[in-house]
């Protein structure tokens, strides 16, 4: 199409030693100034296109690809990945894998240095990167020591310095906190307003992303494009089909119909702030009020899209408790903490990662760890999962240190641990032997059935590393689930998940609760948080910032707001309107507004 910055024609990829296309057909183009989402679920293709834009594939990852692909009016197929780094910048899912040099400012500079550009020119390039970024402090520092979210954003910094007309970004937020994830959207927004660079973006999480998406298309399991057009006419007129593909939804889009459900006429927001409008207009004059001065919304949430349908996981309330998770009764166990971490400090080339932090975490709880990027949670979790020996202080698992329990190879179904990076602890050639190793031969019938949930039985003899992200991420739970730990660390678990795959994640987690395996998450997914643990612990800077029950943290807005989180998509868009606090989806069904003057001064602030 005449002044694209991408075409894409009549595509079609199938990747070497596959049955199957991962995309098939797909066409589509990216204007200079425009965002396209690329949506679709786990193993729909979207890396494998992403990765055929830039020549990745077929040039470095083997694949037979037919169509045409064109960048700034060249043809893909016949430029050499060289070249073509002029005019594609990626950020992959896993930035551990694009880092090659031991220090910030190199890393950025790499890219630049190698197309031969002046001194003066990559310093400034370099500067304004990280800037934007927010990692020029750290310029000197080495890459390795970074925590995930401050080498993804590190990644980006890199993509931003090469210039290039487009940029293709795979689950660029999917390691940031979320003051880090709004402020790589305001990038995102600010690059497209530029006019000078085509965006593609691959991404689960729309809330912060759809404020700067333009147009979407979307793929199904097969490869193949079942949806494409504006955001609003996607996500307004086709959320139901996004919904039985399994495509994870925004939370405007699922609140407005369990409201519209319970009576509520809300129309169709896409956005959150759209969300806020509607609810505050109605409630503000032309919604009806009761004589108190509320209005109070009752009955079921509705279901839209089936047996996938929007709302389908939402907890439907039973009673007067219905908001609060329940922890099973351990039997023998009372008040015995699951894990007690004291007066923990843990140094890494000299620095404090954790300084002196002192938590328990409740048997049969789902204790999520929260805080900003280079808090210290995954050094916690590395802690309580004995990967790490303390340099001071210690954690006892089941009354003994963790390190030593797993340093002795013994009493392994004490804890379970699932990486950030899946790829990371992958020791196996097959999926069914990765989930197999190390599990008694009395345990493995439960392996089957953990394959077919997580969607991983047609994967069972394939090699774990040529799974997509998210099908890693759930072999790397399968394989912490079947041990049968009574303790379960999850770092990121529904990073690289489409909506239904997380539901039955979550599900299985949840199940694994009740029958009394204690659950720790670290998650940026405030969502997940929100509708899933029964306790929150904080970090920042490398000590306790809050820890508690869940609703009363992710209530308390200022002290989220002082370690740098942000408070649930639902808490944010309601905050003002309704006599309690909204925190989960299940709460809607029971909201009492506020008064009309009340609703008018909160859409005002």
Request: glycine content about 10%; charged content about 20%.
């Amino acid at each position: 199409m005449s002044g694209s910055a991408l075409d894409v024609s009549d595509v079609t990829i199938q990747l070497s030693d596959t049955a199957h296309p991962q995309v098939s057909g797909v066409s589509l183009h990216v204007a200079p100034g425009e965002v396209l989402l690329v949506a679709g679920p786990s193993g729909a293709g979207k890396s494998t296109l992403a990765l055929s834009v830039n020549g990745t594939i077929p040039q470095t990852i083997p694949a037979r690809v037919r169509g045409s692909i064109t960048v700034a009016g060249r043809e893909v197929a016949r430029e050499s990945i060289g070249s073509l780094s002029e005019q594609v910048a990626i950020v992959f899912q896993d930035p551990d894998s694009m880092i090659l040099t031991d220090r910030v400012y190199d890393e950025v500079a790499f890219g630049p240095e190698n197309l031969c550009l002046s001194l003066d020119e990559v310093d400034a390039r370099v500067h304004a990167a990280l800037t934007r970024v927010g990692l020029w402090e750290q310029r000197d520092a080495n890459p390795a020591l970074l925590s995930g979210g401050q080498k993804q954003r590190l990644a980006i910094a890199s993509a931003l310095a090469m210039h290039a007309p487009v940029i293709v970004l795979d689950e660029p937020t999917a390691n940031l906190d979320p003051e880090a994830a709004t402020e790589v959207y305001r990038v995102v927004g600010d690059l497209a307003r530029s006019g000078q660079v085509a965006i593609v973006l691959v991404e689960h999480n729309l809330d912060e992303a759809l404020e700067v998406v333009d147009r979407v298309v979307v793929l199904d399991g097969s490869g193949q494009v079942v949806a494409s057009g504006t955001r609003d006419d996607i996500f307004r007129a086709q959320a139901d089909v996004l919904a039985e593909l399994g495509v994870w939804l925004p939370s405007a889009v699922r609140a407005a119909a369990v409201l519209r459900g319970c009576g509520v006429p809300v129309g169709h927001p896409v956005t959150l702030a759209e969300l806020r409008a509607h609810v505050g207009t109605l409630v503000g004059g032309t919604g009806e009020v009761a004589e108190s001065g509320e209005q109070v919304v009752g009955g079921e949430p509705e279901v839209v899209g089936g047996a996938s349908g929007l709302i389908e996981t939402v907890p439907r309330p039973a009673g007067p408790d219905s908001r609060e998770h329940v922890r099973p009764r351990i039997p023998g166990g009372g008040d015995t903490p699951a894990v007690c971490v004291r007066e923990l400090t843990v140094r890494r080339s000299g620095r404090v990662v954790l300084d002196g932090v002192t938590a328990s975490i409740p048997a049969g709880s789902f204790t999520a760890i929260m805080g900003r990027n280079g808090a210290g949670k995954t050094t916690l979790v590395e802690a309580i999962a004995g990967v790490i020996r303390p340099s001071a202080g210690g954690v006892q698992v089941a009354g003994r240190e963790a390190w030593r329990l797993r340093r002795a190879h013994r009493r392994r179904g004490d804890v379970g641990y699932v990486f950030q990076n899946p790829e990371h602890q992958f020791v196996a050639q097959t999926v069914a032997a990765e989930v197999a190793c190390g599990v008694p031969e009395q345990q493995r019938s439960r392996i089957p059935e953990l394959l077919a949930r997580l969607r991983l039985e047609e994967k069972a003899d394939v090699n774990p590393f040529t799974l997509s992200g998210g099908q890693k991420r759930r072999l790397s739970v399968a394989a912490a689930l079947a041990t049968g730990a009574r303790v379960l660390v999850l770092d990121e678990p529904t990073f690289g998940q489409d909506q239904s795959c997380a539901t039955e994640l979550l599900a299985i987690l949840e199940e694994q609760r009740r029958m009394g395996t204690t659950i720790i998450v670290v998650s940026h997914d405030m969502e997940l948080v929100a509708e899933h643990a029964t306790d929150v612990l904080v970090l920042d800077q490398g000590r306790v910032a809050a820890a508690g029950d869940a609703r009363s943290i992710l209530t308390d807005v200022p002290r989220l707001a002082s370690a740098g989180l942000a408070a649930p998509a639902l808490a944010r868009a309601f905050q003002g309107m309704t006599e309690e606090p909204v925190v989960r989806f299940a709460d809607l069904s029971r909201v009492r507004f506020v008064s009309s003057a009340g609703a008018d001064e909160a859409v005002r602030a």
